[in-house]
C-alpha cells in the first residue's frame, strides 16, 4: 500500500497522471463549441432605426421651439430687432469700405464718409425716382385711361367673354366700395402716418448703431464675450460667432450684387419695351429681391399690370416672359456664382425658410428667415468641425 503511494507521488511532491508522454491528461478543459452568428431579426434592424429617428426628432422640436422663441421675442421688440438688422447690413456693406478707407484716413472720419456718402446716393436715388415719376404723371393718366379701355376690350373677347355691363358693374362694386369704407381707409391712412413715424424712428437707430457697428465692431464682441461667457466657453462661442458674421456679411453681399442685376436687366428690358416707369420699376425688382425665390416674380409681376394697362397686351406677354428669363438667370447663374462665398442653401430650404417666415413675421420675416437659417447652419458647421490654428478676425 505505501508502495502504491509512493509510485502515485512522483519527486518534490507532484501527482502522477497515471499516463504516457503525450497522453490525454487526466483532467483537461473543455471548450466551448464553436457558434456561427445568428442573423439578424428584422426587428432588431428596426429599432436601432427608430432609437436614431426618435433622437434625430426631439432634437429638431426643441430646435422648432427655440426658433418660434426668437421669432416671437423679436416680434415683441419688432422695432428694435428690424433697427439692428438693419444696422447689420449696412455694417456687413460699408465695413469693407470704411477698412480701405482707414489705410490712409482717421477710423471716425472713414465711417462718416461711408455713411454720409450712402445716404447721400439713397437720396439721389429716391430724387431721381420722384422726378422721374413727376416728369411722366401727365402722361400716364392718359396712357393708364386708354390702357384700361383695352383691358375691357380684351376682357369681352375670347376666352373671357365678359358682357359690358358685367365689367360696368364691377366697376360700380369698388366705387361703392370705397365710398361705404372711407372712413376706414381714412384710418388706414392716419395710421399709416404712424406707422412712417415709427420708420423713420427705426432707421435713426438703426444709423446710430452702425456706427458703432462699422467703427468698433470687434471691442463690442470681445466685450460681450468676455463679460457674459465663463472662460471654457469662450473659444466655442467666438468660433461660432465669427462664422455667423462671416456668413451674414456674405449672404447680404452676394444678395445685393443679385438684387443689382435684377434690377438693372430689367429696367433695360422694361426701357426697350417702351414700359411706363421703368426706372421705378427697377427699383422695386431691386428691394423685392431680397426675398428669395419670391420677390422678383411679384415685382415683375406689377410690371406686367402696368404694361398691360400702358402698352397693351403684346408687352405685357413681353414682360411675362422677362419673368421666366430673369428667375432662370438668378437661379442657376447669379446665386450659384455670387453667392459662393456664402452659405449655399438648398431651394427647397429657401423656399420653406421665406414661406416659415412670412407666416411668423410677415414681410419682414421672409426677409429675415434666409438669412437666419444661413447663419444657423453657418454656427452648426464651425461648432463641429475643429478649431483653425491662430486667430481669426471679423
Not at 121 to 140: H, P
Not at 187 to 195: D, E, F, K, T, Y
Not at 259 to 264: D, E, G, Q, T
Amino acid at each position: 500500500m505505501g508502495d502504491a503511494r509512493r509510485r502515485a507521488v512522483g519527486p518534490g511532491g507532484r501527482r502522477r497522471t497515471g499516463g504516457v508522454l503525450g497522453s490525454r491528461p487526466a483532467y483537461s478543459v473543455r471548450l466551448a463549441p464553436a457558434t456561427r452568428p445568428r442573423p439578424a431579426s428584422a426587428a432588431e434592424w428596426t429599432v436601432p432605426w427608430l432609437r436614431v429617428a426618435a433622437a434625430y426628432a426631439w432634437r429638431l422640436i426643441v430646435v422648432g421651439v427655440a426658433v418660434y422663441g426668437v421669432f416671437s421675442i423679436l416680434g415683441s421688440f419688432q422695432l428694435i430687432a428690424v433697427a439692428l438688422f438693419l444696422a447689420l447690413i449696412v455694417t456687413s456693406v460699408l465695413r469693407p469700405l470704411t477698412d480701405l478707407l482707414d489705410r490712409v484716413l482717421p477710423r471716425p472720419l472713414c465711417v462718416a464718409i461711408a455713411l454720409v456718402g450712402s445716404v447721400l446716393l439713397m437720396l439721389a436715388l429716391l430724387a431721381l425716382v420722384g422726378n422721374a415719376v413727376a416728369n411722366e404723371s401727365g402722361r400716364l393718366v392718359g396712357e393708364f385711361r386708354g390702357g384700361v379701355h383695352r383691358i375691357e376690350q380684351w376682357l369681352q373677347r375670347p376666352p373671357f367673354r365678359l358682357s359690358p355691363g358685367r365689367l360696368s358693374q364691377l366697376q360700380n362694386q369698388v366705387t361703392h366700395y370705397i365710398s361705404t369704407h372711407r372712413s376706414s381707409l381714412l384710418s388706414n391712412a392716419v395710421s399709416g402716418l404712424s406707422r412712417a413715424v415709427e420708420v423713420a424712428t427705426g432707421g435713426a437707430l438703426a444709423l446710430f448703431a452702425s456706427v458703432f457697428f462699422i467703427h468698433s465692431g470687434e471691442r463690442l464682441w470681445g466685450w460681450m464675450r468676455d463679460e457674459l461667457l465663463p472662460s471654457p466657453a469662450r473659444p466655442a462661442w467666438d468660433r461660432a460667432g465669427r462664422a455667423a458674421w462671416r456668413a451674414f456679411a456674405g449672404y447680404t453681399r452676394g444678395i445685393i450684387i443679385v438684387a443689382a442685376s435684377n434690377a438693372v436687366l430689367v429696367g433695360i428690358a422694361l426701357l426697350v419695351l417702351r414700359v411706363p416707369l421703368a426706372l421705378p420699376l427697377a427699383l422695386l425688382e431691386f428691394f423685392a429681391a431680397f426675398v428669395p425665390l419670391v420677390g422678383s416674380p411679384v415685382a415683375l409681376g406689377v410690371a406686367t399690370i402696368v404694361a398691360l394697362a400702358g402698352r397693351g397686351p403684346l408687352t405685357a406677354a413681353a414682360v411675362l416672359a422677362l419673368i421666366v428669363v430673369i428667375g432662370q438667370l438668378e437661379g442657376h447663374v447669379l446665386h450659384p456664382l455670387v453667392m459662393s462665398w456664402a452659405v449655399r442653401l438648398h431651394p427647397l430650404v429657401v423656399a420653406v425658410s421665406v414661406i416659415a417666415g412670412s407666416i411668423v413675421g410677415g414681410v419682414i420675416g421672409a426677409v429675415v428667415a434666409v438669412p437666419l437659417v444661413s447663419v444657423v447652419w453657418s454656427v452648426l458647421r464651425a461648432l463641429r468641425a475643429v478649431p483653425p490654428p491662430g486667430p481669426t478676425h471679423l
